[in-house]
């Protein structure tokens, strides 16, 4: 059901969005933020340099290694590294955040792949940004709905924004819900924090007004009698909307929802979204 939002509410609805909002940008163009990215540089066991990040880097059963020459350092965990380091074996969706002078040089693994992914903060596409577009707050875009669990998670794999590169997510259960006289459901899948999930979708707004591969709602842990908000005024772009040097996961089949939702994030500038 729709939750109902009094006029006198309104204007607090309205500051907490835009809060809300104003935290997403200021996430996404910090100076490494994904706007800063300069390179998406995929790993093997053949030492390789690249030119926005110092060393040659390689990977192999042992995990990433990076030999740096001399005058090179990175600082790693606040601590100055020469010559050769080992990152070792990263979790799948983990990473390491290596200082080189003002930029980060971001090392993690995707999809089973070992990464490098600087992040400078003069790369062009953030020294540009001017902001996303998004749909106007509305109260009748947030929707109360039914987490329903699974017995036990299952395993999901989803395509990604990267050419044949896939995720897999360990989904937790559904949620279902109606909107405008519609009954929808998504899956769902592990959210940052305890308890917490996510939704990514798409809807016939995709590729219209919104980024055509997906978006992702995050969402509050359900209450003990399974309810669960979905404020689709807080649907976001992940950062494949703005670059292509990112590996985002797109939405599982089931979650391509036949209806428009006319709320969140709009299709950004960069992929010419007005």
Known sequence: MTTEVTTTDLRAFTENWLDWYRAQEARLADPHGFLAITGLHWLDDRPQRFPDAPGAWHTGRDGVVVTLDAGEELVVDGTPVRGEHRFGVLPERGGVDAV?????IEVARRGGNDIVRPRHPDAPLRTAFTGTPAYAPDPRWVVTGRYLPFGTPRPTTVGA????????????GRIEFEL?????SLTAFPGRGAGRLMVLFTDATSGVTTYAANRVLALEPPAADGTVVLDFNRAANLSCAYTDLATCPLPPAENRLPVAIEAGQKTPRERGGS
Do not use: C, I, S
């Open 100 to 104: 080189w002078g003002d930029a980060v």
């Open 161 to 172: 924004a990267a050419w044949g590169l896939e995720h897999v997510y360990h989904a937790p």
């Open 180 to 184: 405008h006289g519609r009954q929808l």
